[in-house]
């Protein structure tokens, strides 16, 4: 019990310190929006904050990431990411490196491994893995650029890459690269050109975005970047 508040404590002044930093306040407005955005069901910012945990999963993932980059806090950040599993029913590894405004919508049974890496704007449905087919210890896992949907079930393995505004069909199970702007349906998955602007929605990038992972973003370089607007700074807790 005690190690629970103790939890409870850290989480909550890693809360408050993360808030009282411009950058994270930001990055978490563009998450909300981004939910706002991509799930017609939504409905305002603070059912969203309570009851996605796709968003708790990515949020905690920043964090990790974060203590990833640091040798002696990489054990940590490994466990910490399983209690993150427990909690929200996605596996991202704190190696995986993630842009911005990333979602995912039902958000169960998600497992992103260690060398993934995700551009910016990229939606993710449920049961999606990004997963390994090797042992070694080297890039083993894909690589999806920015605007890529993912469809529920999907699994996409190996270091094959997703081309920009792609997007891959429920179900399917990519195992070879797929060019930008295509569809990727089935298994194996056959590319074709995409059709209807099958992701869900054209997003105009921001001219700061980019798929660069969080890694290399300084939370100082972050705020510096960020030329989005907080269409409502007053809502900000
Ligand atoms: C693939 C997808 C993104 C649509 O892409 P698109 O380029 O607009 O493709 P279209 O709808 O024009 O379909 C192209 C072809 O792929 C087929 N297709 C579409 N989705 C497919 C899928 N998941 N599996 C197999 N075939 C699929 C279509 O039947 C069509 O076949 P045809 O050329 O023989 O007629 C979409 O179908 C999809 O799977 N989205 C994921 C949605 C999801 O997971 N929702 C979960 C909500 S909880």
Known sequence: MKALWTLAAAAAGAAAYGLS???????????????QRRDPAASNDFVSILSYPGLHAIWAHRGLH????????KIPARLLSQVVRTLTGVEIHPGATIGRRFF?????????????????????????????????????????????LVGSGAKILGPVVVGDNSSVGANAVVVKDVAPDSSA????????P???GAAPESVPTPKTASAAPDAKRTPERASDEADFELFDPAIWI
């Open 104 to 148: 995912i919508d039902h958000a169960n049974g998600v497992v992103i491994g260690e060398t993934s890496e995700i551009g910016d704007d990229v939606m993710l449905y449920h049961q999606v893995t990004l997963g390994g087919t090797s042992m070694e210890k080297t890039k083993r896992h894909p690589t999806l650029g920015n605007h890529v």
């Open 66 to 73: 974060r203590m990833w980059q640091h040798d002696e806090l």
């Open 185 to 192: 349906v089935g298994i194996p998955a056959t590319v074709r």
């Open 21 to 35: 930093r411009k950058g994270v306040r930001e990055a978490l407005r563009e998450d909300l929006d981004t939910v």
């Open 194 to 196: 995409k059709r209807t």
